[in-house]
Structure formats: C-alpha cells, structure tokens
C-alpha cells in the first residue's frame, strides 16, 4: 500500500513479546524487492518457532477502487509455509474483522483475533512448554479440519508494557508515509450499523493511561518523527479521557513538538475540548459526519443530528482547527434529496475539505449485514455491487446502495458536487489525486517532496481536492 503507514501493531506486540522473555525478529515486507527472497532468507537465518502475520487490510473499502488483498496476502503466507515448518498465526484488524473466513481463505491453521499482546504471548508460551492451546484467548485453531475461535478476553491497557516502538523503522515510515500512528485507547461501543470496529476491537472501551501516550509520543520524537494521526476508532469517546491525554502532552512539554490529526465523532465536541486539542499540538480533525440528513443518520445508527455538524465547524473555526467531514453515501434510504441535503449543508458549513464515500462497505457480523440479508438473497441483490458472486460471507469488497440511486449515485453525487474543489470525489483521476489512500501517487510524490500530516491535509494543501 502506498503511501505506507507504519505497522504500528506490529511495533506494540514486539515490545510485549521480549518483556515475555522471547526472541524477536521483525521482517518488514513493505519496502521488499523479492517476498520470496526475503522471506527465504529470514527463515533461514533466524528459524523462528512461530512466525506471525499481521493482515491490516483485507481490501480498500473504497467503491470506485475495490482492491481485495487477500490473494496477495495468502501468496505471503505460502511462501512462509514452504519456508519453514514453524506455526504461522494471522492477526491484525483487517484479520480480525472475518478471522474464520480469512483463515480459509488463506487455510491457515492458526490466527489470532483481537489484540495480540497477551494471546500471542499465550500462544508462545503453550508451544515453548509444550501445553495445550485450545484455552488461549483470542485464539483461532483448527480442530478435524474445522475453525474454532476462542473466547475473546479485552486486555486492560494500563498493565500492558511500556511501547518503545522500536522494531519498526519508524524514519523510514515517516519519511515514506509523512505520519506516525498512535493509539490511546481501544473498543467502541457505538451504534453504527455498518461498522466492523466494534467486532475487531471490541465494545468495551479501554484506556491507555494518559501519561502512556505521552511518553510513547516522546519516544518517537527522539526517533525524528513529529506528525502523527490517532489509532483509535474515535479519539473524542470518551471524552474526559480525550481531555485527559491532550493535558498529558502538554505537561511532557510536548504541544509545541508534536502535530497530530484525529479522528472524531462530531459529538462529544465543545470549546474547551478545541482549546486542549489546540495547545496539545493538534492540527487537524477528520468528523465522521456520514450525512447531513437527519433521517439518514438516525437509520445508519448515528447519535448526532445535522444540527451537531454547525457546532463542530463553528467551534473547530474560532479555535484555528483544520478540519474535513467524512460523508457516508449511499446506505439504506439514501435518496437523491437526501444527498443533495448533505453536500448543500457541507457548503454551508465550509470545512477544509470533505471526503465522500460511495456505498456501503457491508461486513458479516453487522447490523447492515443483517438488514441487507433481511432484503432477500444477497447474491441476486440488486442493491449489492462489487463481489456479488460466491462471496456469502461478505470477505470479498461488496458495497451496498440504495435502490433508488444505484450505480447512478457517482454521477448524481458529481453533479451536486458542481466542481466545488474542497469535496474528494469518489472517483480516481489520471494522477491518481483522489480520495482512496491506497496506490495514491500524488500523496506519495508530495510527501517524498516534504509534505506531512494528515492525508487529506496534504491532498487540500495541493490543491487537490476535488481536481479530477
Ligand atoms: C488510524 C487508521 C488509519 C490512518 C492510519 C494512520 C497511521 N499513521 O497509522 C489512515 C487515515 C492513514 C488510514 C488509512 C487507510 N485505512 Co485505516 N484505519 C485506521 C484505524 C482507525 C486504526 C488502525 C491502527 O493502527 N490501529 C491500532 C493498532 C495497534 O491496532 P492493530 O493494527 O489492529 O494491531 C493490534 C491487533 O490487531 C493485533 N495484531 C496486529 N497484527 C498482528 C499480528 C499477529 C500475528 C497477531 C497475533 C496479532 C496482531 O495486535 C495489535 C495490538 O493489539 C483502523 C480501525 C481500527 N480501529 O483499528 C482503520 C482501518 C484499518 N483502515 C481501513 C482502511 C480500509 C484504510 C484505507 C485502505 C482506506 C482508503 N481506501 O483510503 C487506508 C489505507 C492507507 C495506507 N496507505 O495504508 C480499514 C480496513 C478494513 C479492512 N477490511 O481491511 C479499517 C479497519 C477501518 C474500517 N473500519 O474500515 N487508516
């Protein structure tokens, strides 16, 4: 994926598995010129016991790009299959959104679902000694060929080690990717019906201790790096925490080092919460708005109203805030109106930029997925594009949109648009400027040329934006 963004839970799980006491290698095949060769050598040289395979992104959940993978991915794990006989556990968030299907997919034996720094520990520590796994939280194994999943069990944060962050080449990712990833907490348990966190993370919301953040903030400034962009789902839920952690940045004297962009949920937000986010160095803020009508909101299981979005803009303006709004477009009842509704309310409120996705990102596991099955076959689903076909548990990228508007929803979202140049349109240009942050070129030419922060910062910056 390009630009490249550092894998930051790889970093994590590294720093718990030497406090563990194991030995760790960390092979990195971002910036690889041969998988196999790479591979082959590393298997040689180290002959680990158990290999771990992070999967981030099954695909690009982007309508008008609709790349899956898995193919590639799977290709990674066969490779690490004919080089060593060691176990090979599959993790991460992409993973852990559809760990069955995605250990079919790939016929892994083992995955781990969730978070990785207790389990995987877990996993080592029942090989090394020889014990059984089947009681390993998290764990994904195979029993007569078929996949069982073990309990999840939520890990309390504050008693995870301190993350050094130092396995991953964090320069070289900045220099890369114009961004560092940090998280300060984990689990959502909002409502929204299309939203596949809650499974992979959880629903019960766990703190990194304010202090924490800051200290693992510091240690990648040593490292060189001062952009970066939040890991939680949304860094204002729940919000005296959101408060808490700014204040620790600026207690390590930190606000004035460091730039970082968020990902918010458009309420809670207020003044005073603006004014911290501010002196802690904050730059920028990505809304999850989805729609600006309020019909729309309420069935894609939002807990704000259009009415929310006016505050955000007011008070991200009076205190010198960039900030975008993320549209949703598309999901069950979207209309022509409803549409039009939005994009006018977005020019009204005059955000730096907005981001538009088309269609529904439907995900097993989901209350979307429920409704769409509720609706009748999914294969014979007019309302489904994408990976209609054999594709019944939803792994391969499938989008849902609304009867009335269809695959005509680009062209009508286009015309609303008017040529407004803040809005991402959902389409890829010939210079590849364009809303979906895989395979972008303009993004990797700017930040090769100097750029930081935020992506969609960057893209606004140049000028980009709604150019194609
Ligand atoms: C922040 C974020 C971004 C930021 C990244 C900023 C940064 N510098 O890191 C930005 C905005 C750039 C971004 C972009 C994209 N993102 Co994003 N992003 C996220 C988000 C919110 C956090 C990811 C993260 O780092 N989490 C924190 C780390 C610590 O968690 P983790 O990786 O899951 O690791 C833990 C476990 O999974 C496990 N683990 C991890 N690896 C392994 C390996 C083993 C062996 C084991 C045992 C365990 C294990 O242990 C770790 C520690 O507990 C996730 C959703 C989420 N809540 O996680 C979406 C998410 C990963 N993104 C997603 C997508 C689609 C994208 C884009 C492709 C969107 C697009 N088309 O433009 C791009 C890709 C960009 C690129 N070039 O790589 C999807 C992926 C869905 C899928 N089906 O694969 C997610 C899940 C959002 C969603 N709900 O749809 N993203």
């Known amino acids: 994926m390009k630009p490249a963004i550092a894998p930051i839970g790889l970093d994590y799980l590294a720093d718990a598995l030497v406090v563990a006491g194991h030995d760790v290698r960390l092979l990195d095949l971002c910036f690889t010129n041969s998988l196999e060769d790479d591979i082959a050598a590393a298997c040689r040289s180290f002959a680990p016991h158990a290999v771990g395979l992070t999967v981030r992104n099954t695909d690009d959940c982007y309508f008008s790009g609709q790349a899956f993978f898995l193919p590639e991915i799977k290709r990674i794990f066969d490779l690490l299959r004919q080089h060593t006989d060691a176990p090979v556990v599959l993790g991460g968030v992409g993973f852990s959104i559809m760990p069955a299907a995605v250990m079919g997919f790939c016929s892994a034996d083992f995955g781990i679902a969730?978070?990785?720094?207790?389990?995987?520990?877990?996993?080592?520590?029942?090989?090394?000694?020889?014990?059984?796994?089947?009681?390993?939280?998290?764990?994904?194994?195979?029993?007569?060929?078929?996949?069982?999943?073990?309990?999840?069990?939520?890990?309390?944060?504050?008693?995870?080690?301190?993350?050094?962050?130092?396995?991953?080449?964090?320069?070289?990712?900045?220099?890369?990717?114009?961004?560092?990833?940090?998280?300060?907490?984990?689990?959502?348990?909002?409502?929204?019906?299309?939203?596949?966190?809650?499974?992979?993370?959880?629903?019960?919301?766990?703190?990194?201790?304010p202090a924490a953040v800051a200290a693992e903030l510091a240690a990648l400034v040593a490292q060189g790096v001062d952009h970066f962009h939040t890991c939680d789902s949304e860094f204002n839920l729940p919000a005296g925490h959101a408060r808490e952690v700014c204040r620790a940045i600026i207690q390590a004297g930190l606000g004035e080092k460091v730039r970082w962009y968020a990902y918010c949920a458009p309420k809670p937000f207020?003044?005073?919460?603006?004014?911290?986010?501010?002196?802690?160095?904050?730059?920028?803020?990505?809304?999850?708005?989805?729609?600006?009508?309020?019909?729309?909101?309420?069935?894609?299981?939002?807990?704000?109203?259009?009415?929310?979005?006016?505050?955000?803009?007011?008070?991200?303006?009076?205190?010198?805030?960039?900030?975008?709004?993320?549209?949703?477009?598309?999901?069950?009842?979207?209309?022509?109106?409803s549409l039009r509704e939005s994009i006018t309310l977005m020019r009204r409120l005059e955000p730096d930029c907005v981001g538009l996705s088309i269609g529904m990102r439907v995900y097993d596991g989901t209350a979307a997925a429920q409704f769409v099955r509720d609706e009748g076959e999914p294969e014979a689903s007019p309302n489904l594009h994408g990976a209609t076909r054999g594709n019944s548990n939803f792994l391969k990228p499938v989008f849902y949109i609304a009867p009335t508007l269809g695959r005509e929803i680009v062209a009508i979202v286009r015309e609303l648009v008017a040529g407004d140049t803040r809005f991402f349109l959902p389409e890829v240009s010939s210079d590849n400027a364009n809303y979906n942050y895989n395979d972008n070129t303009a993004l990797v030419q700017a930040i090769a040329a100097g750029a930081r922060g935020a992506y969609w910062d960057i893209l606004n910056k140049m000028g980009k934006p709604g150019t194609n």
């Open 270 to 337: 207020d003044g005073e919460m603006a004014a911290l986010f501010k002196r802690a160095g904050c730059a920028g803020i990505d809304f999850g708005a989805d729609s600006g009508n309020d019909a729309m909101l309420g069935r894609l299981g939002r807990p704000f109203r259009a009415c929310d979005l006016a505050d955000t803009a007011r008070i991200c303006r009076e205190h010198g805030l960039r900030f975008m709004y993320d549209l949703l477009l598309g999901g069950p009842g979207e209309t022509r109106e």
């Open 114 to 209: 969730g978070e990785g720094e207790v389990a995987f520990v877990e996993f080592l520590n029942s090989l090394q000694r020889r014990r059984a796994w089947e009681t390993v939280p998290n764990l994904l194994f195979r029993e007569n060929g078929v996949v069982r999943q073990n309990r999840a069990e939520p890990v309390d944060l504050s008693r995870l080690p301190a993350r050094r962050r130092t396995f991953v080449d964090n320069r070289r990712y900045f220099a890369a990717g114009g961004q560092a990833g940090f998280e300060s907490k984990r689990g959502c348990a909002m409502p929204c019906v299309y939203c596949a966190e809650p499974m992979a993370k959880g629903r019960v919301t766990r703190l990194m201790p």
